[in-house]
């Protein structure tokens, strides 16, 4: 870091920027900022390719200031002069809260955050209400907002950000992006900011980038600036093949193999021996994050206590923000996560990322690990892996990510007991364990990497004691495997186990009052309504072959009509006064 130039000494920054830097303690550019900063702030669109925590924000914030700075006409009131395009609500606002300062810092400039979780009308009325000059908000928002506003007006729009753009393509916002750029003038500048470059990514740079500069920073001694200008070090970066990683260079990554039913273990002496520090920890499935939030305390009810926060995408968007402020305020504590919270979060003194189950896209994996050692400080890393996975580290390597392997830890408790007798006494620790064994091994098949990630090389006794299920659930996965190795059924009927809380469970033998005499009644009316069922038999038609079918109907017509005749001679008699045939004429 030290051998980047300062701020001071980036021609293309103002003064008034380089006040508020130094206010928020920014002395020297990164690598990524001193490459891109003066090619964004000139005529260049930028596509910028760099490791998770190198400070692409700045890169971006930094020229977009001065463009709205340099500005000889002010914008109007619903004059949009700037978008930034995140492809998260925290990733979002994170953003609008490094740029309010810097915002702050030119007379008259306004901004607002766009971002899913609230309702649309609302932004919209607060648009048309106050106003806004730079607009940072996720995809389905922005277009949102754009779409039901009859004042927005984008004509004098500057600069265009797409941060996360891997992720903005992967997660379906294709869509949602071609509408908002064909609303934006095509005199503008463009940066694509990303960890991950894919083919998409590509393909949008030659669709909406005009004069482009590739600027694509390395790891390592090759990544260093010094002595050169930002335009000459972009130059040399544009298209240059490394062999650097692509992991920031002061991680530590590492990873230990284990049996499903052993991660829990491994995790519990982990977190105990590292109570000091920040750690995130990161799951296959929200599900999983809700278990193990209850499984930790129970197993770890031996040793020191752990501070604990759970964090998902099926949470509301204010818990979500109160949970991720409470753990980046602390100086201690364990995030429990998705990766809902793997990309662009800036988390400050983040000493430890454990990834319990590796992330189903390959590229994720890159995104989780750089939520530490970011801005050249450093930090550490550990992947727990199953023996069938092992070969992940190879394809890690070949991707540029290093690791090595850790040995198991003497000592490691003995834990699944505890939260198997847990969940034999609280309904919510059994029912959260079986949704997190049924979403994992759903979860587990969408893996990119299906050669490594093969479902059927999934030991499923281990996993069903790993989340201390009572009795395997019902599910196509496990029909015809009969009892699993590994796995032992509990002598506890899970139909008897109540909940704790005994709010859920007055709620819970409520509803099964209601479907029990539901049920009763669904039978009474069946009874009472249904006509008897006649026998098989009875209702059991003979199918006969066409030309037999044709000789019993004649001789039943014949068998019909001398019948009748021998009644038309009764009556000719006198023996009969009338005869009614039914389907017949009557015969008097």
Avoid at 411 to 431: F, I, K, N, Q
Avoid at 530 to 536: I, Q, V
């Amino acid at each position: 870091m030290d051998q980047t130039r300062k701020f001071a000494e980036i021609p293309q920054i103002s003064p008034d920027t380089l006040a508020v830097l130094d206010s928020l303690g920014f002395e020297r550019a990164t690598p990524v900022q001193e490459a891109t900063i003066p090619l964004f702030c000139g005529n260049k669109d930028v596509s910028v390719d760099a490791c998770t925590g190198s400070g692409k924000t700045l890169a971006f914030l930094i020229p977009l200031i001065e463009k709205l700075r340099r500005l000889e006409d002010p914008l109007k009131k619903h004059q949009i002069g700037a978008l930034v395009v995140s492809p998260t609500r925290e990733l979002a606002r994170q953003i609008h809260t490094v740029l309010e300062p810097f915002a702050a810092s030119v007379p008259g400039l306004t901004t607002m955050l766009l971002v899913g979780g609230s309702d649309p009308i609302a932004d919209v009325a607060a648009f048309k209400e106050h106003g806004a000059h730079v607009l940072v908000g996720t995809p389905g928002r922005l277009h949102d907002v754009f779409e039901r506003s009859d004042v927005l007006d984008a004509r004098r729009l500057e600069v265009l950000v797409l941060d996360e753009a891997d992720r903005l393509l992967d997660a379906g916002y294709g869509k949602h992006l071609e509408a908002l750029m064909r609303r934006l003038p095509k005199q503008r500048r463009t940066g694509l900011f990303s960890a991950t470059q894919t083919e998409a990514v590509e393909a949008l740079a030659r669709a909406g980038l005009r004069n482009q500069v590739r600027v694509n920073v390395a790891v390592g001694p090759a990544a260093s600036t010094s002595g050169r200008t930002a335009e000459e070090a972009a130059g040399e970066m544009k298209g240059k093949k490394t062999e650097q990683r692509v992991t920031p260079s002061g991680l530590h990554a590492s990873y230990l193999v284990c049996q499903s039913d052993e991660k829990l273990a491994h995790l519990v002496h982990f977190l105990q021996a590292h109570t000091e520090e920040k750690i995130i920890v990161y799951f296959l499935t929200c599900a999983g994050v809700d278990f193990y939030s209850l499984a930790l305390p129970a197993a770890a009810a031996v040793g020191p206590k752990l501070n604990l926060t759970a964090l998902h995408g099926k949470m509301k968007q204010s818990q979500r923000e109160a949970k991720l402020a409470s753990f980046a305020a602390n100086p201690s504590g364990v995030l429990l996560c998705t990766d809902v919270a793997a990309r662009g979060l800036d988390i400050p003194d983040v000493a430890w990322i454990v990834q319990v189950d590796p992330p189903q896209d390959p590229d994720v994996f890159v995104h989780r690990v750089g939520r530490t050692a970011r801005m050249g400080r450093s930090g550490r890393a550990l992947t727990l892996l199953l023996p069938h996975e092992a070969a992940y580290v190879e394809f890690l390597r070949i991707r540029k990510v290093p690791m090595v392997e850790e040995q198991p830890a003497e000592g490691v408790p003995e834990v699944l007991s505890r939260v198997r007798r847990l969940a034999e006494t609280d309904r919510d620790v059994m029912e959260k364990g079986t949704a997190a064994f049924v979403s994992y091994v759903r979860g587990y098949r969408e893996h990119q990497c299906r050669f490594i990630f093969r479902s059927e090389g999934l030991d499923l006794g281990h996993l069903a004691t790993a989340f201390a299920l009572l009795r395997l659930p019902r599910m196509p996965e496990l029909r015809g495997l009969g009892d699993l190795p590994y796995f032992t059924p509990s002598p506890v009927d899970p139909n008897t186990v109540k909940f704790k809380d005994k709010h859920r469970e007055k709620q819970r033998q409520k509803k099964l009052a209601e479907r029990a005499q539901q049920q009763q009644r669904d039978a009474a009316s069946a009874a009472t309504e249904r006509p008897a069922r006649p026998r098989p038999e009875e209702t059991r038609e003979r199918r006969l072959p066409a030309a037999k079918r044709r000789q019993l109907e004649a001789r039943q017509d014949e068998e019909d009509f001398a019948a009748e005749y021998r009644m038309l001679k009764k009556v000719k008699k006198g023996r009969m006064s009338e005869v009614r045939a039914p389907g017949r004429c009557t015969v008097a």
